[in-house]
């Protein structure tokens, strides 16, 4: 999973890159990336609201969406911050559309 420099854990964090970040919509997921406010390594954040659905959903949503950038973590991410909101459709959706969600998002942001 995502080690502790790679998360974002404060609320004033999450909203920085929400208003300030650019944003990246997708099937299932919203991603906003912002430039690095505190250090050179990439943190991510994660919105999953109740709107996704219940305690065990949301929380499987998020692992899945914690792995994901785990596993991305090695290729090329932009450094910065990176909050990413699940969308109700994230519930039903297979792993490898999240992942195809987010890398299409991250690949995006690291280019421009």
């Known amino acids: 999973m995502l080690s502790r ?6 609320g ?12 990246c919509g ?10 690095a406010i505190g250090g050179q390594v990439p943190r991510f954040g994660f919105i999953v609201s109740k709107q996704v659905g219940g305690a065990v959903v949301r929380n499987t949503v998020r692992r899945r969406l914690k792995a994901v950038c785990a596993e991305v973590l090695g290729d090329a991410v932009p450094s910065g911050d990176v909050v990413i909101r699940a969308l109700p459709s994230a519930a039903e959706a297979p792993y490898a ?7 299409r998002c991250l690949a995006k942001r690291a280019v421009s």
Do not use: K, Q, S
Not at 12 to 23: F, K, N, Q
Not at 97 to 103: A, C, G, I, Q, S
């Open 97 to 103: 559309e999240l992942r195809n969600d987010v890398r």
């Open 12 to 23: 004033i964090e999450y909203r920085a890159v929400v208003r300030g970040g650019r944003r």
């Open 5 to 10: 420099p790679n998360r974002l854990t404060r």
């Open 26 to 35: 997708g099937t299932h997921t919203v991603t906003y990336v912002a430039p």
